[in-house]
């Protein structure tokens, strides 16, 4: 039997700015800069599933002056990540919750969504290819009107990404970037509803963590 992963000592290689892992975050991070940029609104909603420790998205709120502007729900299971979330979310003074919880789970979602931004960064390589195909089916039921979803995966063989794309397609959703570089295996996708959003709808898994 493999020993479970510690996801707190996961984000270990966040301490080294030329790890993969932080080429990652940069690039997901530019990501959520650029669709602040582009929202005008005075209020915009976040929900990030298996948020870890929220760098992704507390990172560009500690150098944003509109950082107000975000109600953020950060989900995550493990309470050392939660705790570190909510120490740099407090640090920040910003409107971030962090909720202890099931992200698997269509209920841990209740109050967080709809949101204009969603973030699954570190999911899809972590649940079965059926439950990555069922989650973004059911990603619609998270977003608001246009909200763009940030997403990441593996690309190691079998590349599960081009299904991913296709799904997403599938779902209401155009793609208005694919970061795949050469030298690394992760990639970041992202793209945006432009379907109609769906209700949250009733209670009941979208995916386990494996
Ligand atoms: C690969 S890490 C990604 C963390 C973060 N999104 C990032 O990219 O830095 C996956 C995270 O999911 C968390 N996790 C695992 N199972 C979970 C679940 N069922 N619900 C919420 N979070 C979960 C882990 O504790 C871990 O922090």
């Not at 940069?26 to 298996?50: N, T, Y």
């Not at 109600?71 to 202890?100: K, M």
């Amino acid at each position: 039997m493999r020993d479970a992963k510690d996801w707190y000592d996961w984000h270990g290689p966040y301490a080294d700015p030329d790890s993969p892992l932080s080429r990652r975050l940069r690039l997901v991070q530019e990501h959520v800069d650029g669709w602040l940029d582009e929202r005008p609104e005075p209020v915009l909603r976040v929900v990030s599933a298996c948020a870890g420790q929220g760098r992704d998205l507390l990172g560009v709120l500690a150098r944003r002056p509109d950082a107000a502007r975000v109600r953020a729900t950060l989900i995550e299971y493990d309470p050392r990540n939660v705790e570190a979330a909510r120490a740099e979310a407090d640090c920040l003074g910003s409107t971030v919750t962090v909720r202890c919880a099931d992200a698997g789970l269509v209920e841990s979602y209740a109050d967080a969504v709809p949101a204009d931004l969603v973030l699954f960064a570190g999911v899809f390589g972590n649940i079965g290819d059926d439950e990555v195909r069922g989650t973004v089916a059911a990603l619609p039921r998270l977003c608001a009107p246009a909200a763009t979803v940030i997403w990441t995966r593996t690309r190691r063989a079998p590349d599960l990404t081009p299904s991913i794309r296709t799904w997403f397609a599938a779902a209401g959703f155009t793609e208005t970037a694919f970061h795949a570089p050469a030298d690394v295996l992760f990639s970041v996708g992202v793209h945006r509803l432009t379907a109609a959003p769906h209700p949250l709808g009733p209670r009941g898994r979208l995916f386990r963590f494996t």
